[in-house]
């Protein structure tokens, strides 16, 4: 029997609930409120993921290497950027085996997923179209001939539909049987016969830094960090890491620090009470020393003081 869903996510630590197979760590980074609405699909062994957002977010993420993850946008450009780079509507981007990246978006996105078992893959390729489709030893986008990539769309859009409206249809045999050879055919078709798009030796640097950066950040979850420590614990010049920063995640590291830790501040105090801490506590505890200037940036991002979280009951 095939799996389907549809939920809507409340905010970005809800939502990294919903990346059953991938470690993911999601920051809004704008001041309008983040949701995100998810279509999943599962036809055997190959996942289907229909995704819209609410609002722009920054997202690190590490996948398993026992399975291929490729993605689409369902139409115009919405600024969606990986490790730096623009994903376009002709392209599909080929995540590599167990990747670990970087991506942001500009604003409201909507998006498209696929993953299968890379063994899976990389058999039917051999068999439909005599290539070799492992994953790549770098993430890479391709450009398929427009037809095949149309197919593709339709297809997906049409499995998420069937799910959204009429999931029963999906629990019939032979239209879980159709749907899941006619995507990996599709699939198939998109990525024998696509232009590649290879990354350059700087942009690819540029990633093994990010990488090193994010491992720092998950070795301290709770503790406030520095640009002058990080650039000498991963030894990268403050400029290079600037850069690194700039291009991956469209902000300076300072920035992009001050951000997760004002998110990680905000889930402290929704999951504890006012009998248990206090605000200068969590603030203190996040590295926010200047009480007034935390108090009021808090508020411009959440529209509500950060007394105000903590005297709610805990989530």
Known sequence: MPHSSVRVYPDAEAAETAY???????????RSPFTMRVVRVELGDLWLQQVH???ARLKTAEHPTDRAFIKFLPGPDQGFLVQGKPLTPDSILRHSRGDSYHERTLGETRWCALSLPTAMLIGTGDAVAGCDLAPPANAMT???????????RTLHASTSFLAEHTPNVLGEPEMQRSLQQSLISALVDCLSGAETGQSSWAHRCHGTIMRRFQSLLEQYPDRALYVPEICEAIRVPERTF???CQENLGMSPKHYLTLRRMHQAHRALKRTSASETTVTQIATHFGFWHFGRFATTYRLMFNET????LHRPPE
Request: net charge neutral; glycine share 4%; charged share 20%.
């Open 20 to 30: 059953l197979a991938t470690r993911v760590e999601l920051t809004p980074a704008g």
């Open 242 to 244: 600037r850069l690194c």
């Open 53 to 55: 957002e609410s609002a």
């Open 142 to 152: 391709v450009i398929p001939r427009p037809q095949t990539l149309e197919t593709l």
């Open 306 to 309: 950060p007394s105000s979280t």
